[in-house]
């Protein structure tokens, strides 16, 4: 079946500090994977997208991602936390198809410390 | 571009009534998504259209739950009669090869 998992439902990091988020998935066939940001009372913005080639992707407000395909995984990375990074983070999977649907995850909710 | 709208951004109803929010989706995108978001289920796709056409509405939890796209610019999701627990936050997404665009999603809040 496919699925997103996102095992941290909260992180706490301190202002210039580095972050990692997980998100392992299963899917069928080649996925294409997105990070989708979402700040309090806002829609979901994409912060980036993998479809192929390089694996390591460069996306919006200074955050990396890596597709492991061994691993399953697509985790965000940035190097030095804001404050206004404080959102919650949602990973998805897809496929280019006759739908364009995406399985999200359930999110992991990121508080910034000052 | 002026990205996917929404209408309205809040709705505050009675139970009973019925409530009709309404989306815009970018020009040329042949995908469109319905969300509701709590704090308890999370983000739950409700139904997806592609060009035009219902693809997929196992999502939607009741009858009283209804959506229509009549053309590739407009869609309708509509709860009736609306309840309570039909309280949340509904999103309508368009996407062209995979990637969704969200709009700013409807607060729906029922007395």
């Known amino acids: 079946a496919q699925s997103v998992t996102q095992p941290d439902i909260h992180i706490t990091v301190s202002e210039g500090a580095s972050l990692e988020l997980r998100c392992n998935y299963s899917y069928g066939a080649t996925p294409y994977l997105f990070w989708y940001v979402q700040s309090p009372g806002q829609g979901l913005q994409l912060l980036l997208k993998?479809?192929?080639?390089?694996?390591l992707v460069q996306g919006i407000k200074g955050f990396e991602a890596e597709f492991k395909r061994s691993q399953s995984s697509f985790n965000l990375r940035k190097p030095s936390v804001h404050w206004s990074d404080a959102a919650e983070y949602f990973c998805a999977v897809g496929a280019v198809g006759a739908t364009n649907k995406l399985i999200f995850g359930t999110g992991t909710l990121l508080a910034v410390q000052p | 571009d002026a990205g996917v709208i929404q209408s309205p951004r809040h709705e505050v109803t009675e139970m009973g009534q019925e409530v009709t929010l309404r989306c815009k989706p970018i020009?040329?995108?042949?995908?469109l998504f319905w969300y509701r978001q709590t704090m308890m289920r999370g983000l739950e796709l409700l139904i997806y259209f592609n060009n035009n056409v219902p693809i997929d509405d196992s999502g939607m939890p009741e009858d009283r739950f209804s959506a229509k796209m009549p053309n590739a610019s407009f869609s309708t999701l509509k709860i009736q009669p609306s309840e309570p627990r039909d309280s949340a936050v509904y999103f309508c997404?368009?996407?062209?090869?995979?990637?969704?665009?969200f709009g700013p999603g409807t607060r729906l809040t029922v007395l």
């Open positions: 993998y479809f192929s080639g390089d694996t």
């Open positions: 997404a368009s996407s062209f090869l995979a990637e969704q665009f």
């Open positions: 020009s040329g995108h042949n995908s």
